[in-house]
RNA sequence: GCUCGAGUGGUGGAAUUGGUAGACACGCAAGACUUAAAAUCUUGUGUCCUUUGGGACGUGCGGGUUCAAGUCCCGCCUCGAGUACCA
C-alpha cells in the first residue's frame, strides 16, 4: 500500500461491482423503498461532456446514501433511442437509424461506467426496442379505447361510453369531446359502423382528426408546441409554418385542471411549476355569442373581462375562422382573401416577428351587439389566433392593449367606459376603475362588474361563464421513420386497433428514410410483406413522437421483462413514485407534463395507484464552459519619424496579426484610459506602456524587413501618437492552455491554430503567453468541451465526481474550471494517507477529539445530503480529514466511519479502504453510522463580545452560566473597559450560546 | 413587456432560524525538503490606513426596521432563465 492509486482502485471495483451485481435491486416489501431516476438520456453521437453526469452523480450520491440508511433502493438507466438525429443521420448515409442508435449507445455506456455509477444495468430500456415499444403501443392503444367523463372527472372504457349511447344516445353524457351534435339511441344503433366511429372519435382521448400544426418542411414532419422554440425547430432551427393535417391527438385538455391542481401535490421548484401552469394557461371568464347581422350564423367570443362588454367597437377574426369566407361581404372579398393568403403564408416565427406591425382587413359584415343591439363591424386579423379560445374576440379598445392598437391603426372609434381613465396614449388595462357608459355596470369596478355582467349574460341566454386553457391537444402523429408504428390499420378509411397478441408492430425495412414522392410518410415506402402484421387496406404510416416513450418509461423499469404487462401492478404499488427525478429544466413542458399526464390516465383506468409519477424533481444547473481566448490587437500610431533617424513622413505603424498577452494589452488599454481621461502621466504605467511599444515598433521592423534598430523607444514621443486601437478575441482549444498560459508549441500542431506561425506575438517578461477568458455553453465549435474521460484517466471517478459536486449548488449554472479539481483530488489523497500503510489500525476506544470530529461530521453531512446541498458535505468531509490528519487518529471505528460517510460521493476509494480495515462485504451494504450528541456536548462556549454591534473580541465562559454572571465576567474583562471608554452601557444582550452585544 | 431566479474576495462558493461575513477549495506569494523539477508540507492572502497594538470600510445601489441585517421591509440598478399578440 502505498500511493493513492486511482486508476487500479477505479477498475478493481467497477470489476466487483458488476460481477457481483452489487447494484441488483430486487422487490424486498419488508423494506422502505427509494427511486432515484435520471431523466431519460437520449444517446447523441457526440458523447457526454461533463456537464451532463452533473445530475446522475447527485442522483447516485442520493441512491448509495439511502441504501447505507437501509432502504430498498432502485436507480435505472436506459435509453431514450428513438429520435430525430439518428435518422436525420441515416437519411445521410443510408445507415439504418438501429446501428447508429446502437453505436452511440456503447460508447455512452463505457463513459458512463467509467464514472462507477450505481445503476441496475439489468433493467436498462430502450424505447427503440420491439419489447419496449410494444407496451407504449398497447398504451396507446387503451388511451384510444378511453373517453374522459367530466362527470366523474377521470377517464373511462369507450365500451361504456358505446353502451350508454346504445341505450339512451348522447344527451347526457358530460365528455371532454368535440362539438358533437345530440342523437337518440334510435339514431345511434341504425347508424353504419363508419358513422358510429366517426361519433366515437369525438370523444377518445387519442383521435384522429384534421388540425392546425406545425409543419416543419426540412424536418418533414409536425411538431409538438414544446418542439418549437423561438418559432423554428428545436432541433435543427428550420422554419415552422401552419398547416392542416390529418393527424392522431391525445386530448391532454381534458386533463388541464388537474395538471394544474396536481402541482400542489409534488415538490418541484417555484419556476418549474410556474412554467407549467404557465403553459396550461387557465383564464376565468365567459363565453358570448354575437349575431352576424344578416345571416343565421353567430360569433362566439371568450373574454376574461365581461365586465368590459360595453366598450366592444368591432370583432376580429382569425383570418382562418370559418365564417369569414360566408360573411364577408362582395366589396371586400378581394382584399379579405388575399389577406388570408398572405398569413397562411407567414410561418410562425415571422409571425412573431412581426407583432408590431397591425394589420387586418375589414370584412363588411356587421356583428350585433348582445346588450346594445348597436352594429359592430366585423374585422380579420392575425394578432386573433385560430387555436386559442374559439378564434374571434370581442375587441374593447378602452380596456385591451392590443384592441387598442388596432382601433388607433383603423381609425375605429374608442369610446371610454372608465371613469376618470386616460385612453388617449393607451388602453385602462388596471381593475381599479369604476364602469361608466356601460348600462347597468355603471359605478361597479371590474371584479363586482365581471359577476354581475357574467350573469346577464347568463340570465339573457347570451352566453355562460367559461374557464378557458392555453393548453392545446397534444398532436401525436410524426411522418418520420424512427420511431413507433402505431397499432393501427385503417378499412375503408376508418381506423382501427390491432388486437394485444398482434403487438407488437415492429418498424418495417424500407428502401429510404425519406417520404414518398406522394408527400406520404417514410412508413409508406414499405412492402406488404415488410409489415410483420398487416391488416385492412393499410397500415397507419406516421409513427409515435419522441415523448411517447419517455412518457411512462419509470415505470418499466419497475418489471423490465414482463412479457404480459406493461408492469406488475403490485411492483408499480411497491416502487410507486419516483422518489427524487433530477433532470434539466428544458423539459418543463414537454416531457414532465405528457408523463403527468399518461400517469394520470394509467390511475384512471386501474393499471396503476398513482396519479403523479414524480415525487421530488430537482433541476441541475447548466455547467459551462470556461473558453481560452488569444487577445488579437489592431493598432494604430503615428510619428514614428524618429524612429532611425531617416524620415519615413508621418507613416502609420501597423502590425498584421499582432496577438498580445493578456497583461500587456491591459497595460496598453490602461494607459490610453488615463491619457485620455486624467491627462497625467502614471510614470510607472508610461514606461511600462513604452517598453510594449518598443516591442511591436520591433515586430513591425522585422516585417519591414528593416533591422538597423537598437532600443527605438528612447527616442518615442508617447503622448500623442495613438491613433486608433481596436481589439479582438479568438477562442482557442482550452487543452492548448494551462493556468491560462498558451502552450504555443502544442497550439500549432492542431491545423486550426496554424495561423499561430505567421502571427507577431507579445507576450510577458517571463515568456509566457497569457489568454484570456470567457464563460459559456460547452460547445465543439469554443474549443472548451470537457470530456470526463480524460478526467478520469487524470484524476479517476472518485475525484470527478467529488469536484462535480464540490462546484456549487446543484441546481446554479456554475462555470467548469479545471484547475479547482486538484483541490478534491488532494482530498482524496490525504483519505488515502489517513489509513497507516501497514493497516495497523488503533483497535482502541477513540480519542475524544476524534470522537467530536466525526460526530459533528455525521451530523453536518447527513443533514445536507437530505437537503441536497452536496458541495457543502464535500467541504465538510475535508475539514474532518484535515482534523483527524492533524490529530494523527488510525483508531479503525473512526476510519471506518469516515469511510462509510464518504462513499456515497467517491465510491471507489471507499471501497479499498473498507476492505483494508478488514471489511469483506461491500461498504455499499455497511450502515450509515448514527449521530450521537453526547460527543459534541463542551463545556465552554466562546462568546464573541460585541459593541454597538460590532465583534471586538471573544470571551469564554462555561456553557452554563447564566446571564448575570456573564454580565459580569464582561464587565471583570479587561478589554471591556477601553471599548465603554468610560461611558455606562445603556444595554446588554446576552444570547446564551450565541453571542454577547453591549450598547453604549 | 410579463413571470421566476440571482448579485458576497482575484475565482468557485460558505454562512440552514436575523447573532463572529468570507468556511472549504482554487489561484497567488513566501518558506521547508530537493542538485533540480514534480509531489508533499508550513505560513500568509477582502480592501485601505497603521511602527506594533490596532483602526476604518466592506455582501449590486439608496433608504428603513432592529441591541444586531448578506439574511426582514420599501424603492432602484444589473445579469440570467422562461415566456410572449392567450382575448
Redesign the pocket.
Known sequence: MSEYNHNSIEQKWQKYWSENKTYKATEDTTKKKFYALDMFPYPSGAGLHVGHPLGYIASDIMARYKKNKGFNVLHPSGYDSFGLPAEQYAIQTGQHPAITTDANIKRYRQQLDKIGFAFDWEREVRTSNPDYYKWTQWIFKQIFQSWYNNDTDKAEAIDELIATFAKEGNANVNAACEETPVFTAEEWNNWDEKTQRQTLMNYRLTYLADSWVNWCPELGTVLA??EI??GVSERGGHPVEQKLMRQWSMRITAYAERLLQGLDKVDFS??LK??QR??I?K?K?ASVFFDVAGFDDKIE?????PDTIFGVTFMVL?PEHDLVAKITTDEYKAKVAAYKKTAAAKTERD??A??K???GEFTGAYAIHPFSGEKVQIWIG?????????????A?PAG?Q??W?FANHFNIPIPNIFEGADISEGAYTEKGAKLMNSDFLNGLTAKKGMSLATYEIEKRGLGKGKT?Y?LREAIFSRQRYWGEPFPVYYKNDIPYVLEDNQLPVTLPEVDAYLPTEDGEPPLARAKKEAWNVFEGDRMEYNTMPGWAGSSWYFLRYMDPKNEKEFVNKEKADYWNQVDLYIGG??H??GHLLYSRFWTKFLCDRGFINFDEPFKKLINQGMILGRSSLINKISIQFSGLTKLDGKDEGATNLHIPNLLISKRKLEVITNHIKILKKEKNINNELKNEFLKIKGEMIFLRAKVAKVSNLKTPTDELDIEADILDLQTSSLHIDINCVE?DILNIEKAIKDPMFSFLKGSHIIKEENGDFICGHEVEKMSKSKYNVQTPDDLCDQYGADSLRCYEM????LE????W?T??I??????L??LWRLFPEDNQFDEGAPTKDALKTLHKTIK?VT??IE?Y?F??V??TC??AV?ELG?QKCKNKQILSDLAVIISPFAPHITEELWERLGNTESITKATWPAFNEKHLIESNF?Y?V?F?????F?LELPIDMGKDDIEKALFAHEKTAG?LDGKDPK?V?V?PK??I?V?V
Open positions: 408546441n414544446d422554440k423561438d417555484d419556476s410556474e412554467q404557465n403553459w394557461g383564464s371568464g367570443v371568450f373574454t376574461t373581462r382569425a409571425r412573431q412581426d407583432v406591425n397591425i394589420t392575425d394578432y386573433v389566433l385560430a387555436t386559442y379560445g374559439t378564434g374571434a374576440v370581442m374593447v385591451d392590443r384592441d392598437d378557458n392555453r429544466s428544458e418543463a413542458t493556468n464540490f462546484l456549487g449548488p446554479q449554472a456554475k462555470p474550471d484547475q479547482g486538484s483541490g478534491v483530488h488532494n482530498f489523497k490525504k453536518k443533514e445536507d437537503r446541498s458541495n457543502t464535500i467541504s475535508m475539514i484535515n492533524a466562546s464573541p460585541s454597538n454591534g460590532k465583534m471586538r471573544m471599548y444595554k444582550i444570547v450565541r453571542i452585544n450598547v
